[in-house]
Nanobody, 115 residues
Framework: QVQLVESGGGLVQAGGSLRVSCAAS????????MGWYRQAPTKSRESVAT???????AYSDSVKGRFTISRDNAKNTVSLQMNSLKPEDTGIYFC?????????WGQGTQVTVSS
């Protein structure tokens, strides 16, 4: 089973930037889609950004224009650049990878945005 390891979370002030990355234990070319989800306290997990094997990206309305997802096939990583962060962006950010309807999840990395 593939392992996904997130890194790069932390504490930042509102308006600041963070970059979170996800390293896969195998080639990410085999995944149909990869992405980032987040879960805030007392809320359900929600999709933030996705990127297909062909490079097509999609974003939730709440982060569009502020976040950018990218992938590095050579390094087997998917990253999320987060700019103009808001307190409501606070949560645990999870890396997700799907291959043939099978989902894989990382352990998550905490992102906290202070006001």
């Amino acid at each position: 089973q593939v392992q996904l390891v997130e890194s790069g979370g932390g504490l930042v002030q509102a308006g600041g930037s963070l970059r979170v990355s996800c390293a896969a234990s195998e080639s990410i070319l085999s995944f149909d889609i990869m992405g980032w989800y987040r879960q805030a306290p007392t809320k359900s997990r929600e999709s933030v950004a996705t990127i297909t094997s062909g490079g097509t990206t999609a974003y939730s309305d709440s982060v569009k224009g502020r976040f950018t997802i990218s992938r590095d096939n050579a390094k087997n990583t998917v990253s999320l650049q987060m700019n103009s962060l808001k307190p409501e962006d606070t949560g645990i950010y999870f890396c997700h990878a799907r291959r043939r309807f099978i989902s894989n999840w990382g352990q998550g990395t905490q992102v906290t945005v202070s006001s």
